[in-house]
């Protein structure tokens, strides 16, 4: 079944690390993306769809009233099974009682939340707009309208950070009892003031032992590992996330929306006014050759799940270059083979752009 993406670009300042396509919007371009989302949508053939993902930018800036309006406009034109995953990016600081009622009402069943941290000096230094008392105010307003999967987002790598004042956050962070994490690396994106301040980042060395620790202790609490950046309890994996890493197909529709439909992969002009004027997606060729044995490879290993032998073979032939590559890394705890294929370790993880590399 397919995924539906909708990216919505509005954000009410932007992030000093950020460089997502993402500004902010007045209230009538609001409601003239909106209008746009709905209308797109029924330019692409109906099918069953069983995820449904809000990204952006800041989804929650946009509203309830509006989400749901683009989630009615997608129930009549898709078959949305009745128990598909469906997703809102929320920002802690536009998380209040009638985002979160109309969420709630139109069927939103997900939120994931950018926290980021649980200290101040570090929120302060990403350029993010709430504290960590309001992040943990929003986890609990989101339970009280029965929000019962809820994903939060932080950050390692930051300048001056210690895998000690890292796990603090991560402690902090436990205590409400998410569902999921997503765990990210800061990188230094050109162009964003934080680049341009260049800051000293902690060295490969002392990122290695804070994303091991972090593995170590979300274990202990019983998280599953099941992508590189992201730990759920059993039974919560982001489903729509996981259309990404099998290669399964997906539409995106709004400004900067990436697609992968009918083997063809096409993107929206990242143009909030092209969109709302009517531009059509990019085909393939503009945004970059697409060599599915290397995506395949690249998307796979990411996963804990790796490289399933069968499935490899369906799709491409001979298993055996990979497990060429992949079975001496087993000797220095890098990879696991065994009859139903490969993966890599949380070790191997680490060095997975290499092995990658490698492979393809
Ligand atoms: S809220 Fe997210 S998308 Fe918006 S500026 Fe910050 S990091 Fe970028």
Redesign the pocket.
């Known amino acids: 079944m397919l995924g539906l993406y909708f990216h919505i670009p509005f954000?009410a300042?932007?992030?000093a690390?950020?460089d997502?396509y993402?500004f902010p919007g007045s209230a009538a371009q609001m409601d003239a993306y909106t209008a746009a989302l709905c209308g797109r949508l029924r330019s692409f053939p109906a099918q069953p769809v069983d995820t449904v993902y809000f990204g952006?930018?800041?989804p929650s800036l946009l509203g309830g009233e509006r989400i749901a309006a683009v989630l009615s406009a997608a129930r009549r034109h898709f078959n949305i099974t009745p128990d598909a995953e469906i997703t809102v990016e929320c920002?802690p600081d536009s998380m209040d009682d009638a985002l979160l009622s109309a969420l709630s009402a139109a069927g939103v069943g997900r939120l994931s939340i950018?926290v980021q941290s649980a200290h101040e000096d570090e929120l302060r230094l990403l350029?993010?707009r709430h504290t960590f008392p309001q992040a943990r105010q929003a986890v609990l307003l989101a339970r009280t309208h029965g929000f019962r999967n809820l994903s939060l987002d932080l950050m390692y790598g930051l300048p001056g950070q210690s895998t000690e004042k890292f796990l603090e956050s991560v402690e902090r962070v436990l205590e409400l009892r998410p569902e999921h994490l997503s765990c990210y690396g800061l990188k230094l994106e050109e162009g964003t003031p934080l680049h341009r301040a260049q800051p000293v980042l902690p060295d490969d060395d002392a990122q290695a032992d804070t994303y091991l620790a972090l593995c170590r202790r979300l274990a202990a609490a019983g998280f599953v590992h099941y992508e590189i950046s992201n730990f759920c309890k059993p039974g919560f994996r982001a489903r729509h996330n996981e259309k990404y890493w099998d290669l399964s197909e997906y539409l995106g529709i709004g400004a900067a929306a990436h697609s992968f439909l009918d083997g063809r992969r096409f993107a929206f002009p990242r143009d909030a006014s092209a969109f709302i004027g009517g531009a059509s997606p990019e085909p393939e060729e503009a945004v970059g050759s697409f060599d599915p044995r290397a995506e395949y490879l690249m998307l796979r290993l990411r996963t804990s799940d790796g490289i399933c032998r069968a499935d490899y073979q369906r799709r491409f032939g001979d298993f055996t270059p990979v497990e060429q590559v992949l079975r001496p890394l087993e000797r220095c705890g890098l990879a696991a083979c065994t009859v139903d294929g490969c993966h890599l370790t949380e070790q191997g993880f680490l060095v997975s752009n290499a092995i990658i590399s490698q492979l393809i």
């Open positions: 954000c300042s932007k992030c690390y950020c997502f993402s952006g930018g800041t920002n950018g350029g993010r």
